[in-house]
Antibody, heavy 117, light 107 residues
Framework: EVQLAESGGGVVQPGGSLRLSCAASGFTFSSYWMHWVRQGPGKGLVWVSRLNGDGSSIQYADSVKGRFTISRDNVKNTVYLQMNSLRVDDTAVYYC??????????WGQGTMVTVSS | DIQLTQSPSFVSASVGDRVTISCRASRGIGSSLAWYQQKPGTAPKPLIHTASSLQGGVPSRFSGSGSGTDFTLSINSLQPEDFATYYCQQANSFPPTFGGGTKVEIK
C-alpha cells in the first residue's frame, strides 16, 4: 500500500527550530517529486516546498525561503523539512505529498506544528 | 502567482441535490487543475486531476470540467459522506496554488 507518514511536529517557541520527517512506503520513492503543504488553523491549503527525485531541484514558497530546508534520503525513503527561525504564523498542520504531473495524489496524515511563547 | 478564486465559499444542500463549485484562475492554466475533498481533522483526498479525470476509487457522481481560466466541480446526487470542504489547485505554473475552499454543508 502506498503510504506517507509524517512525524516531528510539536510545540516550539518563536525563533526555535523543528525537523519534520515523512516516511514513504509502497512505491519507488526516488522517482517522485515530493512536496510539503501546510494548513493553518481554520485556514486553507498553502504549498511550502518541493524537491525532485534526486534532490537536485528544490524550490520554496517566499514565506519560508531562507528559513526552511527541504531534503530527502532515497535510501531511507524519507523526505525532511528543517524549519528554523519559526514564527507564530508558521503554526499549521504540515502535510507531505507525492505529486504526479503537478497534482498531489498521495498525502500523509499531517503533523501539527505550534509556534507559541 | 496564479490566484484561484472559488465560489461560492459555502453551499447549503440536501442529500440528493446536485452541487456545482466554480474555480476561476487569474490567468490561463490549460487543463492543469486538480480538486480535493477534505473532512475535518483529515488530510485532503484527491478527487480529480487534469480538470476532468477522476482519481482512482472516486465515485462517478463527481465530475470536473473546464479549461483555461474557468473550471467546475459537480457532485450529482449528494451523499451524506460528501459533506466536506472542497479545494481546487493549479499545477500549471510555479508555485502551485490552491483556491480558498468551498464548504458543503447540510441544509
Amino acid at each position: 500500500e502506498v503510504q506517507l507518514a509524517e512525524s516531528g511536529g510539536g510545540v516550539v517557541q518563536p525563533g526555535g527550530s523543528l525537523r519534520l520527517s515523512c516516511a514513504a512506503s509502497g512505491f519507488t520513492f526516488s522517482s517522485y517529486w515530493m512536496h510539503w503543504v501546510r494548513q493553518g488553523p481554520g485556514k486553507g491549503l498553502v504549498w511550502v516546498s518541493r524537491l525532485n527525485g534526486d534532490g537536485s531541484s528544490i524550490q520554496y514558497a517566499d514565506s519560508v525561503k531562507g528559513r526552511f530546508t527541504i531534503s530527502r534520503d532515497n535510501v531511507k525513503n524519507t523526505v525532511y523539512l528543517q524549519m528554523n527561525s519559526l514564527r507564530v504564523d508558521d503554526t499549521a498542520v504540515y502535510y507531505c505529498a507525492r505529486a504526479n504531473n503537478g497534482a498531489f495524489e498521495i498525502w500523509g496524515q499531517g503533523t501539527m506544528v505550534t509556534v507559541s511563547s | 502567482d496564479i490566484q484561484l478564486t472559488q465560489s461560492p465559499s459555502f453551499v447549503s444542500a440536501s442529500v440528493g441535490d446536485r452541487v456545482t463549485i466554480s474555480c476561476r484562475a487569474s490567468r490561463g492554466i490549460g487543463s492543469s487543475l486538480a480538486w480535493y475533498q477534505q473532512k475535518p481533522g483529515t488530510a485532503p483526498k484527491p478527487l480529480i486531476h487534469t480538470a476532468s479525470s477522476l482519481q482512482g476509487g472516486v465515485p462517478s457522481r463527481f465530475s470536473g470540467s473546464g479549461s483555461g481560466t474557468d473550471f467546475t466541480l459537480s457532485i450529482n446526487s449528494l451523499q451524506p459522506e460528501d459533506f466536506a470542504t472542497y479545494y481546487c489547485q493549479q499545477a500549471n505554473s510555479f508555485p502551485p496554488t490552491f483556491g480558498g475552499g468551498t464548504k458543503v454543508e447540510i441544509k
